[in-house]
């Protein structure tokens, strides 16, 4: 139970942050904070992967993409003409579909979003299982390249494709419902209550990860990012692991694309572009490959930081920069940087011979 102690603080912290700012005014803060976490939620999957499992991943924005395009289009494309087709009867019998009225009071008949996310979060861990198998067979740059190539791939197909919006994404995304009361939408008056769905989830994928990690997948995850080849030979299905730990993550993403589509009411081709990726792999690095809280961290206060604009248009050359910074002075992450040893170093007697 030891290893859950620092998530109760967090919970603490939580509430804190947001009775702080409903008493100074500043709930509009709370927007930026509701998708920093959504955010996180590919980060820490992201770094199961990477510092776990010791495979790298330049694609998981198409991953975070293919949850949010799938779960907007099931649930904004009318279907009512094809209401009288017996596959449409048999999804109203079993209540996959809805009927609502748009802006403009035309009837619509789409997925409810609970079944649009259903259908996004397993396709895209069905498209991890398919590219993973071939593609998880490479080992450091060529992973890294086959990777960024399935990411370039699904940023062009959403980019070129009017069922998706093209450039222009998709909008007037409906809000998710996830209890009576409880709906996950972007609304003024839902913000205090989408700031807690948003960490739940986080929370949730906290205690998953922790779980996992301590648990015998979890030193056996170790071991192949050690040394694969002495893992294998002890016995360790090192295919299967990390086949499982990239679906695993991807469908992490996923769903953190589902519910931030439906909080935005929208999303557009940015989300699955190549510097999405390149961001979440920079903020893996800089909390620590192998840290789910430093990756946890770093990825929420990053993140706040961006969507409040505080980079101004430098946004994506400030991630790129941390990247390679992080690689060159900190590899283990900041949070593990030891800045007393690094003084000591530099200052210790340098010049003797």
Same mark, same amino acid.
């Given at each position: 139970?030891?290893?859950?102690?620092?998530?109760?603080?967090?919970?603490?912290?939580?509430?804190?942050?947001?009775?702080?700012?409903? @008493?100074? %005014?500043?709930?509009?803060?709370?927007?930026?904070?509701?998708?920093?976490?959504?955010?996180?939620?590919?980060?820490?999957?992201?770094?199961?992967?990477?510092?776990?499992?010791?495979?790298?991943s330049l694609g998981h924005a198409g991953f975070f993409a293919i949850g949010g395009y799938m779960s907007a289009m099931?649930? /904004?494309?009318?279907?009512?003409?094809?209401?009288?087709?017996? @596959?449409?009867?048999?999804?109203?019998?079993?209540? =996959?579909?809805?009927?609502?009225?748009?802006?403009? +009071?035309?009837?619509?008949?789409?997925?409810?979003?609970?079944?649009?996310?259903?259908?996004?979060?397993?396709?895209?861990?069905?498209?991890?299982?398919?590219? %993973?198998?071939?593609?998880?067979?490479?080992?450091?740059?060529? &992973?890294?390249? $086959?990777?960024l190539g399935f990411g370039i791939i699904v940023f062009r197909v959403f980019l070129a494709s009017e069922i998706f919006?093209?450039?222009? %994404?998709?909008?007037?995304?409906?809000? =998710? /419902?996830?209890?009576?009361?409880?709906?996950?939408?972007?609304s003024f008056g839902a913000r205090v209550s989408n700031y807690y769905i948003a960490w739940t989830l986080v929370v949730?994928?906290?205690?998953?990860?922790?779980?996992?990690?301590?648990?015998?997948? +979890?030193?056996?995850?170790?071991?192949?990012?050690?040394?694969?080849?002495?893992?294998?030979?002890?016995?360790?299905? /090192?295919?299967?692991?990390?086949?499982?730990? *990239?679906?695993? #993550?991807?469908?992490?993403?996923?769903?953190?694309?589902?519910?931030?589509?439906?909080?935005?009411?929208?999303?557009?081709?940015?989300? $699955?572009?190549?510097?999405?990726?390149?961001?979440?792999?920079?903020?893996?690095?800089? +909390?620590?490959?192998?840290?789910? @809280? +430093? $990756?946890?961290?770093?990825?929420?206060?990053?993140?706040? &930081? #961006?969507?409040?604009?505080? *980079?101004?248009?430098?946004?994506?050359?400030?991630?790129?920069?941390?990247?390679?910074?992080?690689?060159?002075?900190?590899?283990?992450?900041?949070?593990?940087?030891?800045?007393?040893?690094?003084?000591?170093?530099?200052? #210790?007697?340098? #010049?003797?011979?």
């Amino acid at each position: 139970m030891k290893q859950f102690l620092p998530l109760a603080g967090l919970a603490v912290l939580l509430v804190c942050v947001q009775l702080l700012t409903q @008493w100074t %005014g500043t709930t509009y803060y709370l927007t930026q904070l509701t998708m920093s976490a959504y955010y996180s939620v590919v980060i820490i999957g992201l770094c199961l992967l990477m510092g776990y499992a010791g495979q790298i991943s330049l694609g998981h924005a198409g991953f975070f993409a293919i949850g949010g395009y799938m779960s907007a289009m099931l649930t /904004t494309r009318n279907l009512i003409t094809f209401q009288d087709q017996d @596959w449409m009867v048999l999804l109203d019998k079993i209540g =996959f579909l809805a009927a609502r009225q748009d802006l403009y +009071g035309e009837a619509i008949l789409s997925f409810q979003p609970w079944a649009a996310a259903i259908i996004a979060v397993g396709l895209a861990g069905v498209i991890a299982f398919i590219i %993973g198998i071939p593609v998880l067979k490479l080992k450091g740059h060529y &992973l890294a390249m $086959a990777t960024l190539g399935f990411g370039i791939i699904v940023f062009r197909v959403f980019l070129a494709s009017e069922i998706f919006g093209e450039a222009d %994404g998709i909008s007037e995304v409906p809000g =998710f /419902t996830l209890l009576p009361g409880v709906t996950v939408t972007g609304s003024f008056g839902a913000r205090v209550s989408n700031y807690y769905i948003a960490w739940t989830l986080v929370v949730v994928a906290m205690v998953m990860l922790i779980n996992l990690i301590n648990s015998r997948v +979890g030193r056996a995850l170790r071991a192949i990012h050690g040394a694969e080849e002495a893992a294998n030979a002890t016995g360790i299905d /090192t295919a299967g692991y990390k086949l499982k730990t *990239f679906v695993l #993550s991807a469908v992490m993403a996923a769903v953190a694309g589902v519910f931030l589509t439906h909080y935005n009411g929208g999303i557009g081709p940015s989300e $699955a572009g190549v510097m999405k990726s390149v961001r979440y792999v920079a903020l893996v690095a800089v +909390g620590g490959m192998a840290n789910i @809280w +430093g $990756a946890l961290s770093m990825g929420v206060i990053l993140n706040f &930081l #961006s969507l409040r604009g505080f *980079f101004g248009s430098y946004d994506d050359a400030v991630f790129g920069a941390i990247l390679i910074v992080i690689m060159l002075f900190a590899p283990e992450g900041l949070l593990r940087l030891n800045l007393v040893a690094k003084f000591k170093k530099m200052f #210790s007697g340098g #010049s003797r011979k």
